[in-house]
């Protein structure tokens, strides 16, 4: 029989142990480091014979053994294994081992509560769920309910990425509005053993409200340009970077003119504990990131009903914007990049081109382009 290493294995170190797992086949082993020096010796199809000649060293029976177990673990695939290996590497390509080894690893996970969990928090071991700057300089900001003439359904057509916008400073309201109903409290509740919560308007797993926000203000009537953060129980802007600039937003995106261009560019970040301290298994990274996908969706959807043109990335240099947040990184990580401003109309979509190019399009891949 032949073997050949599986594609989809992380080798690390746990509590001073050297693990393997196969993200694919199950869960995390603890083994001899000396076992991904056979498994470097199943690069290609062999059989097992052949590759215990290669190590003349050792006692031919043991290492026929240890081969063994490390295709039990799954490790080490026979074509009768299956190809569920090949077809992951050659389907998610480039993600691997990233994205597919916490993909895969923190699939059909229970994340919800355990007992031990809620011990602690009953007990007041509980992470603070709001981030303030008490001794920055801070603008509070007006309360005033922003007047929105828009419906659901011409929000939802309306909303258009956009790329380029007019250099003209936003009204005060129209930033202070779109902050409180995107990043603000819509209510509290109590949590019970949890404390004290905040809803927002979009949904939150668990509530956790892991996610921050911090502004970085270009053109907005009666606020300094800067980097704030924005502390939304008290809605205010605390200042953390007077000398913040438009070249320095645009740099942390890739030098995306959009960001450069917008007046204003909110860095959503998230405080990892908020959400680790009671969801402890990894698959709560996804719940973050979903997090982050609904505040985005709404922070779209909130700036068209107030006039304005949104954007997102997630292309920004994630090590130097949290440095520019004064950030570590671990404890509170960068995770999206919002920006709106007032749409110069450059960036809106053109229906006729766009239906022509649809109808000179292929739309179904021929026989033999199909796979
Ligand atoms: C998570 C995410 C990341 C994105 N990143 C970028 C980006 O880096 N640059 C960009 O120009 N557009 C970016 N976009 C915008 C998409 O290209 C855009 O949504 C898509 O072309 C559809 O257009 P629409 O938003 O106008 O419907 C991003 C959108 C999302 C949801």
């Known amino acids: 029989m032949l073997l050949r290493r599986a594609h989809n294995l992380v080798c690390y170190w746990r509590d001073g142990s050297f693990v393997i797992q196969n993200y694919l086949a199950g869960p995390e082993v603890s083994l001899a480091p000396v076992a991904a020096e056979i498994l470097a010796a199943f690069s290609e199809w062999a059989s097992v014979d052949d590759v215990t000649a290669s190590f003349p060293d050792s006692d031919p029976d043991s290492f026929r053994a240890a081969a063994g177990e490390l295709h039990k673990y799954g490790f080490l695939v026979s074509a009768e294994d299956g190809d569920r290996d090949a077809e992951l590497a050659e389907t998610w390509q480039t993600w691997s081992p990233e994205a597919t080894a916490l993909?895969?690893?923190?699939?059909?996970?229970?994340?919800?509560?355990?007992?031990?969990?809620?011990?602690?928090?009953?007990?007041g071991r509980r992470t603070a769920l709001f981030k303030n700057y008490p001794d920055a300089d801070r603008i509070l900001l007006p309360r005033s309910?922003?007047?929105?003439?828009?419906?659901?359904?011409?929000?939802?057509?309306?909303?258009?990425?956009?790329?380029?916008?007019?250099?003209?400073?936003?009204?005060?309201?129209?930033?202070?509005?779109?902050?409180?109903?995107?990043?603000?409290?819509?209510?509290?509740?109590?949590g019970q053993d949890f404390g004290a919560l905040m809803k927002r308007t979009s949904a939150s797993g668990g509530a956790r409200q892991e996610l921050e926000a911090y502004v970085g203000v270009f053109a907005v009537d009666s606020i300094a340009p800067g980097l704030y953060h924005y502390n939304c129980l008290e809605h205010s802007l605390e200042l953390l970077d007077a000398e913040f600039t438009r070249e320095q937003a645009a740099h942390l995106s890739f030098d995306q003119a959009a960001v450069g261009e917008a007046a204003?560019?909110?860095?959503?970040?998230?405080?990892?504990?908020?959400?680790?301290?009671?969801?402890?298994?990894?698959?709560?990274?996804?719940?973050?990131?979903?997090?982050?996908?609904?505040?985005?969706?709404?922070?779209?959807?909130?700036?068209?009903?107030?006039?304005?043109?949104?954007?997102?990335?997630?292309?920004?240099?994630?090590?130097?914007?949290?440095?520019?947040?004064?950030?570590?990184?671990?404890?509170?990580?960068?995770?999206?990049?919002?920006?709106?401003?007032?749409?110069?109309?450059?960036?809106?979509?053109?229906?006729t081109a766009g239906l022509a190019a649809f109808q000179k399009a292929e739309l179904y891949p021929s026989k033999e382009q199909r796979r």
Do not use: C, W
């Open 103 to 123: 993909h895969f690893s923190s699939k059909d996970a229970d994340y919800t509560e355990s007992a031990e969990v809620n011990e602690d928090f009953r007990a």
């Open 145 to 190: 309910p922003i007047d929105l003439d828009a419906s659901f359904v011409r929000t939802l057509y309306q909303r258009r990425t956009h790329r380029s916008f007019k250099q003209v400073d936003l009204p005060l309201p129209t930033l202070s509005g779109l902050l409180s109903m995107v990043f603000g409290p819509s209510e509290f509740l109590d």
């Open 264 to 351: 204003i560019t909110v860095f959503v970040t998230a405080v990892v504990e908020r959400m680790s301290s009671k969801y402890r298994a990894p698959r709560a990274y996804r719940v973050m990131l979903m997090n982050a996908g609904h505040l985005g969706q709404t922070f779209a959807l909130t700036a068209t009903a107030l006039g304005l043109g949104p954007f997102q990335t997630l292309a920004f240099r994630d090590s130097e914007l949290e440095d520019a947040l004064g950030v570590d990184g671990i404890r509170e990580t960068a995770l999206y990049v919002l920006a709106a401003g007032l749409p110069d109309g450059r960036g809106e979509p053109h229906y």
